[in-house]
């Protein structure tokens, strides 16, 4: 079974700061993928950044970075100097083959930040 | 190009109405799935499919039905409206192997 843990509900970051959301994950499939997710208080989901479990090189999307830990299944979020619209909630998702085959993707329960002026 | 979209936007429900969520996608992808989001408690999958006439159940599918005729299409099904099913749901949509999830606007519905 394939599984996300997100474990801090809350966080809090000064504006100009970096902050690293935390995510481990769990799978038998060789072969995944790994995204973070933005959820404003408007609700859309906004896609930040992604890694697969081949890929060589930590992800890096501007001011994002996936701090990629393979032997410890963990795919940290890293937000450099932070903004006041980062605050949001942030999920960790993963991409990965069923016993059956089919690839579905599992969320975490997300980390809300708020970025403190 | 439209993306992900979904209708209603919002609805309310009675207890034991029934009702179809729509979701469709014009960027010819593979897979969709559904999610509901509860506070504190992430986005849980419900249902999701891999191509036409290919559907699988997630970790929630209780009380929904889906059925993928067209790529195009991933309705999901509510056949009796309970409370517990109150939420936000999302439609999202992917090819296979995708470096990205395009997600719908959402439907928030609400079951009294």
């Known amino acids: 079974a394939q599984k996300i843990t997100q474990t801090q509900p809350g966080m809090f970051v000064q504006e100009k700061e970096a902050v690293t959301l935390d995510c481990t994950y769990d799978?038998?499939?060789?072969?995944?993928?790994l995204f973070w997710y933005k959820q404003p208080s408007s609700g859309e989901m906004i896609f930040l950044i992604y890694?697969?479990?081949?890929?060589?090189q930590n992800a890096t999307e501007g001011r994002y970075s996936l701090n990629f830990q393979k032997a410890r299944k963990s795919a940290n979020l890293v937000i450099s100097a932070s903004q006041l619209g980062d605050s949001a909630m942030y999920f960790c998702?993963?991409?990965?083959?069923?016993?059956?085959?089919?690839?579905?993707?599992?969320f975490g329960i997300g980390t809300k930040l708020q970025v403190i002026p | 190009n439209a993306g992900v979209t979904q209708t209603p936007k919002f609805q309310v429900l009675k207890t034991g109405q029934s009702m179809t969520l729509q979701c469709a996608q014009d960027?010819?992808?593979?897979?969709m799935s559904w999610y509901r989001q509860d506070p504190g408690m992430g986005l849980r999958l419900i249902h999701y499919?891999?191509?036409?006439?290919?559907?699988d159940q997630g970790e929630v599918p209780n009380g929904y039905n889906v059925s993928r005729s067209t790529t195009e299409d991933f309705p999901l099904r509510l056949l009796s409206a309970a409370p517990s099913q109150t939420s936000v749901y999302f439609c999202?949509?992917?090819?296979?192997?995708?470096?990205?999830?395009?997600f719908g606007p959402g439907t928030r519905l609400t079951v009294t």
């Open positions: 799978t038998s499939d060789p072969s995944y993928g």
């Open positions: 999202a949509s992917s090819h296979r192997d995708s470096r990205a999830w395009y």
């Open positions: 890694q697969g479990s081949y890929d060589q």
């Open positions: 960027m010819n992808h593979e897979y």
């Open positions: 499919s891999v191509g036409a006439g290919i559907t």
């Open positions: 998702a993963m991409r990965a083959r069923n016993s059956g085959g089919y690839q579905k993707v599992t």
